[in-house]
């Protein structure tokens, strides 16, 4: 499922070095509000920053708590 096809944004809540987090309605759990986080990426030559990587990992790490605040 894509994220624009499971979710309504509905207003920013902030943004940090890695990325914008917004309000979001999850269309397919009742319109229960969550937050989203869209991680901006950077790539050079080099290729991705290793602070980049870190946070993803970091993100994917969530996903392995069963907690209701957790959105999978």
């Known amino acids: 499922i894509r994220a ?3 979710y309504e944004c509905v207003a ?3 943004e940090g070095a ?3 987090v917004f309000k ?3 269309l ?3 319109g229960r509000f969550v937050a989203l986080k869209r991680v901006r990426v950077q790539t050079s030559e080099e ?3 290793l602070s980049t990587i870190r946070e993803v990992a970091v993100l994917r790490h969530l996903e392995t708590f069963e907690h209701p605040n957790v959105v999978r």
Do not use: L
Request: a neutral charge.
């Open 4 to 6: 624009d096809q499971q």
């Open 28 to 30: 397919k759990n009742g």
């Open 18 to 20: 890695y990325g914008k």
């Open 24 to 26: 979001a309605r999850d």
């Open 47 to 49: 290729g991705m920053p």
């Open 12 to 14: 920013e809540i902030g």
